[in-house]
């Protein structure tokens, strides 16, 4: 052809995806992507808090568990050994698992569970994240006390896009249960009623001062300052069931990530943080010595429940000199923080989050959508059929569930991933959740007078590289609350939310499709909406349910089937060898 050879381009998923990957690899560092293991031994252990001694499940020994570290690019194994008289599954929560769906770890969803006495590697890539995500249980409530940071570096040569801090401290804000996590969800599920809350709110496992029999040194947690050095909070909110607020007596935070990705940095003097969320948050120390030697950092839970939930205060301590005695710990002034229901908090906090949207680290919102879908949120009943001391113990003598669109998920008895790969879905899903609720209502009104809900297996099939938004609405069913949805294998940008009922002709027009968060896990606001979205581009079978534990032991979740594309590299491959078999 005169003039030399014509350039083609080749703008197909396969080609973009290709392209990304060669840019990665291009980066400095990148090419020095290693391979690191981890063991983790479950075994039983032996702890102490607020007097009382008993034997909770642990990893390596250790409450909480062992901090992973890897760099963006890195091939983790992790290799699972289970002791303990319980099954059990490991998920990493937030990890994309492109195309290593085998490794996600929720329990009949992508893997039957490690039974005691075996053994299985977790083997996947940590592929375009950077920032703080962390691994849990996901059986039952073992992730009450199994549960530990994971931190993505990035690569070597390339530096954060805010000032580096002087030291990094990973925060697990978690809940203490006197009794066995286990045998709360067991009577709750018995009786149809709500579970028993937690004793304390923790800081690494420390409950702190203001808790009863929790004076000792070793009972609360001190993180140790330099006056003129800034610090990085790692905090990840491995509660079962509490949102959080969270504050530092007299400074400032600057908000840098979210669930591994960078954001727009802002200050708050308070965060929220939702279960199952993270946050990468600086804390610049006084320049000099300031008047006090210490302050109080704080959490108290927000909810909007009308049932019991833990209304206790935890604390820890920020150091800039040691402090004395249990008396000083008690001592200091904790941090002003909102009432447990002020929601109003909540969305002006919420509302901050901005993608960075740089040329490095770009915002890729899906601009048109080629399927739609509509969930309604929220908590039902099931009639009571198995009666304790004469009745059941939910609202009007039925017992407690929840629901997507009327649909209360039940929990399989083999692994989903596992069904789909073999194209054997007969008796265990069915491909037809309502894409709408079947009979649409007041969603934040007056509740229906049938508030019962349907049960099933159900999943939403998708075609690989489908755009796919999703408008998540609570309702005023049993009463609003915030429901902190998570979605597995993906991350999603949060595009919209407000309060009320959605409103397609008028909310569509204030999305932000520009520098949206982009976030695993979000918080459905009470009696309110958000809208996400997401391109369905990783094969496999991903679960999104409430990270309220009790909500999720209810029912409140569903699953997308995502379908292998046209190419080799966006097929499922193969289960591994050593997969669990149930």
């Known amino acids: 052809m005169a003039g030399g050879r014509r350039r083609l381009r080749c703008l197909s998923p396969a080609c973009l995806f290709l392209a990304a990957a060669v840019a990665l690899l291009a980066m400095p560092g990148l090419a020095a992507a290693r391979t690191r293991r981890y063991t983790f031994n479950v075994t039983m252990a032996t702890v102490t808090r607020l007097c009382v001694t008993k034997s909770i499940p642990t990893v390596n020994g250790l409450f909480p568990g062992p901090k992973v570290v890897v760099r963006e690019g890195d091939r ?43 053994s299985y590697a977790y083997d996947f890539r940590v592929v375009g994240q950077r920032g703080t995500l962390w691994w849990h249980a996901h059986f039952s409530w073992l992730r009450a006390t ?42 709750a599920l018995r009786t149809g009623g709500g579970p028993n809350v937690s004793d304390a709110y923790t800081f690494n496992g420390l409950p702190g001062p203001t808790y009863n029999c929790s004076a000792a040194a070793g009972d609360t947690f001190r993180l140790r300052v330099r006056p003129g050095r800034t610090y990085m909070l790692r905090l990840v909110n491995a509660a079962l ?50 008047p006090a030697p210490a302050y109080a950092i704080a959490v108290a839970p927000y909810t909007n429940t009308v049932g019991t939930f833990d209304n206790t205060t935890a604390v820890a301590a920020l150091e800039y000199a040691p402090l004395q005695g249990a008396a000083a710990l008690r001592a200091l002034p904790p941090p002003a923080l909102p009432l447990y229901n002020d929601t109003g908090a909540v969305a ?7 993608s960075l949207a740089s040329a490095r680290y770009p915002a890729r919102v899906p601009r048109s959508v080629d399927r739609k879908f509509f969930f309604a949120v929220g908590l039902g009943a099931d009639p009571c059929r198995s009666r304790v001391n004469g009745t059941c113990q939910g609202p009007n003598g039925t017992r407690f569930a929840a629901s997507m669109n009327n649909v209360s998920f039940t929990m399989p008895r083999t692994s989903l991933l596992q069904a789909h790969y073999q194209r054997r879905y007969g008796g265990v899903l069915t491909a037809n959740f309502p894409a709408a609720p079947p009979v649409p209502f007041n969603y934040t009104g007056a509740p229906p007078n049938n508030t019962f809900v349907m049960h099933g297996t159900r999943v939403v099939p998708l075609r690989f590289n489908t755009s796919v938004e999703v408008v998540l609405q609570d309702t005023s069913i049993l009463g609003a609350e915030s429901h902190p949805l998570h979605l597995h294998g993906y991350d999603f940008f949060v595009v919209g939310q407000g309060f009320g009922n959605y409103d397609a002709a008028n909310d569509t027009a204030r999305y ?8 695993n896990t979000v918080s459905v606001p009470t ?9 369905a581009d990783n094969p496999g079978v991903w679960i999104m349910h409430c990270h309220l534990d009790v909500h999720l032991s209810w029912g409140l979740a569903m699953a997308w089937l995502v379908n292998d594309g046209p ?3 966006q097929k499922l491959p193969p289960p591994p060898s050593d997969i669990p078999k149930c």
């Open 76 to 118: 983790l194994v992790v290799q699972v050994h289970n002791n303990i008289n319980s099954n059990v599954t490991f998920h990493w929560h937030g990890i994309r698992q492109l195309r290593s769906g085998w490794a996600d770890g929720p329990s009949y969803i992508t893997q039957c569970p490690i039974r005691p006495g075996q």
């Open 146 to 187: 199994l549960y530990g940071p994971l931190v993505i570096l990035p690569p070597r040569g390339v530096p954060y896009p805010f000032p580096k801090p002087d030291r990094e401290v990973p925060l697990m804000l978690g809940e203490w249960f006197n009794a066995d996590p286990e045998a709360v969800i067991k009577q």
């Open 241 to 290: 069931n509490d949102e959080l607020f969270f504050a530092v007596a007299n400074h400032t935070l600057t908000v840098v990530g979210a669930d591994a990705s960078y954001v727009k940095p802002f200050a708050a003097t308070t965060l929220v943080i939702s279960p199952g969320q993270t946050m990468d948050v600086l804390l610049a120390a006084a320049a000099a010595s300031p």
């Open 348 to 354: 002006n906090f919420s509302a901050k989050f901005r």
């Open 512 to 519: 932000n499709l520009v520098d949206p968060v982009q976030r």
């Open 527 to 535: 009696a309110g909406w958000v809208a996400i979205r997401f391109v």
């Open 567 to 569: 190419l080799p590299n």
